[in-house]
């Protein structure tokens, strides 16, 4: 394991997250991220953007994507309603040896790095531990570990981007951290084309009938202001083809109907492509 001297301490780093993540489509949002990031000048400073929409639109996705389209590593945080200060800073653990190791988390991993740290679902932390946050968003940038005894500086490349959630299961956001997660970058539903790409993209051995058939399922939902999402529509159609190859189902619309029924439920059904349109092709 990596380890840092800060001021006398020894400082254990995190490993970076390596994930097959692909941003496909809307490139606007990503240029959009990769904007906020931007130094215009030697005195510029770059902002921390916020991601917004609801669950499984990819903000997580958009964020990663932008990180390697800089050629950054990147250290995703996952925030809960549990999330202490000092998970977020450098947290004490025992050693094998019984002395005390001080790890750094993923956001102080970054930070001295210089890469990009992603904080998750950043809207179910409390205000206390927003708070240990507060100078690294702003000119300052850099945290102060009292666990550690020690401030630690960002390095000139690390970058900070935050997910948050448009749902009832998050705490308020303090204004003076609102202040200072700008710009607001709204992620919404995809056109059908983006979608078909990408169920496409996450399942490249799926047959596109059954894909089509799902994403003409979403936009029906997204119409009616469900919350349906494509990670929804992705499990369903790897459940559905699951289902086929292990003999559940032979017939491809049923064996949709099957997975929307166990990831959603029944009441999903209203959205299902009308009857009066042709079906799927039973699987020989």
Same mark, same amino acid.
């Given at each position: ?7 006398? =301490? ?39 953007? %916020? ?11 958009? !964020?990663? !994507? ?5 050629? %950054? ?20 653990? /025992?050693?094998? +040896?019984?002395? /005390? ?13 210089? +890469?990009?740290? /992603?904080?998750?679902?950043?809207? %179910? ?17 850099? =945290? ?27 705490? *308020? ?20 084309? *983006? ?24 936009? !029906? ?9 494509? #990670?929804?529509?992705?499990? /369903?159609? #790897?459940? !559905? ?24 439920? #029944?009441? +999903? ?9 042709? %079906? ?5």
């Amino acid at each position: 394991m990596e380890t840092v001297t800060v001021e006398g =301490v020894t400082l254990y780093l995190s490993h970076p997250d390596e994930l097959s993540f692909h941003w496909v489509g809307q490139e606007d949002l990503l240029l959009q991220v990769l904007a906020a990031w931007m130094l215009v000048s030697p005195e510029d400073i770059p902002l921390n953007p %916020r991601l917004v929409g609801r669950p499984g639109v990819g903000k997580t996705t958009l !964020a990663y !994507a932008a990180a390697r389209r800089l050629g %950054r590593e990147v250290y995703i945080f996952q925030a809960t309603a549990d999330t202490r200060p000092e998970d977020l800073l450098v947290t004490p653990v /025992i050693s094998e +040896a019984g002395k /005390i190791r001080y790890m750094a988390s993923p956001i102080v991993t970054a930070m001295i790095r210089g +890469a990009v740290a /992603i904080i998750d679902e950043a809207n %179910r932390m409390s205000e206390k531990s927003w708070a240990s946050l507060a100078p690294l968003l702003d000119a300052r940038r850099y =945290v102060e570990s009292i666990v550690a005894g020690v401030k630690i500086k960002a390095h000139p490349d690390f970058r900070l981007c935050v997910t948050m959630n448009e749902d009832a299961s998050t705490f *308020e956001v303090p204004e003076y951290i609102h202040s200072r997660l700008k710009p607001i970058i709204h992620v919404d539903f995809p056109e059908p084309e *983006e979608e078909l790409a990408i169920l496409k993209s996450n399942l490249p051995f799926a047959e596109e009938d059954i894909l089509k058939y799902v994403v003409n399922f979403l936009q !029906a939902a997204h119409r009616a202001g469900e919350p349906y999402s494509v #990670r929804d529509g992705i499990n /369903i159609a #790897r459940y !559905a083809l699951k289902c086929l190859s292990a003999g559940v189902e032979r017939d491809q619309t049923m064996a949709v109907k099957m997975a929307i029924d166990q990831i959603l439920g #029944r009441a +999903a059904f209203v959205y299902l492509p009308g009857t009066e349109g042709p %079906r799927l092709t039973p699987v020989d």
